[in-house]
């Protein structure tokens, strides 16, 4: 399952959802989530900056050009903000695990099943974890409410084809963050925010929303 203990660190942030819009709260929340994926499964990773800048710009530039859906229906466009941050890091792909320790300190806290995915893919865990953390604590702090996560984020198979799917496209990644959040993927088209349920429920405010384009491929 998630790991969601990195989320009681991002919600004690005052106004999170606005600090994560700034790259130097992105960079270094980060950093703290790698630091505790270290804590507890004993995975230590080697941070890109360069790599990281580039995944923060990429997503604060269609963040930005598709605010507007924020309007529509807020709970779900901060999931969709979420997922198009998790693109943009298998995208870049900033972080490399370089060791693993034999007895990690958090070991005992948490599923075998976790370990496993954790060892299959590690950078995969740690942007995925690192996003549903943040959509965790920013629903908190927004609508006093967690997001449940769905018991396929507990099972290898699926993040088996998690990580061939995105390896090949990697916007199936805003699908599977929705999935593993309970939510209804839009499997045709993930990173465009007008296709996905959650939006289309709230027709009525989305026929007023400008047309804010195609995301990228």
Not at 45 to 66: K, P, V
Not at 70 to 98: K, Y
Not at 99 to 125: C, K, L, M, Q, Y
Not at 176 to 192: K, M, Q, S, T
Request: hydrophobic share 50%; aromatic share 12%.
């Amino acid at each position: 399952m998630m790991d969601l203990r990195f989320k009681d660190e991002l919600a004690a942030m005052p106004d999170l959802r606005h600090r994560l819009r700034r790259l130097r709260w992105f960079r270094a929340t980060f950093r703290a989530s790698a630091k505790a994926v270290t804590r507890a499964y004993g995975v230590r990773f080697e941070i890109d900056d360069a790599r990281l800048t580039r995944a923060f710009l990429d997503w604060i530039e269609i963040a930005e050009g598709q605010k507007a859906f924020a309007e529509v229906n807020r709970a779900d466009f901060i999931v969709f903000a979420a997922g198009v941050v998790l693109r943009e890091l298998i995208r870049q792909n900033p972080a490399r695990a370089v060791s693993e320790a034999a007895a990690p300190a958090g070991e005992a806290d948490v599923s075998t099943a976790t370990r496993e995915i954790v060892r299959f893919w590690p950078e995969g865990f740690l942007y995925t974890n690192y996003c549903v953390a943040a959509v965790a604590a920013v629903h908190e702090q927004e609508f006093g409410t967690v997001p449940a996560i769905d018991k396929c984020a507990d099972d290898l198979r699926t993040w088996w084809s998690y990580r061939e799917n995105v390896a090949e496209v990697p916007a199936y990644a805003v699908a599977f963050l929705d999935r593993f959040l309970g939510g209804e993927p839009n499997w045709i088209a993930p990173d465009h925010p007008a296709a996905r349920h959650a939006m289309q429920r709230m027709k009525p405010a989305l026929d007023g929303a400008p047309p804010l384009g195609v995301p990228a491929a």
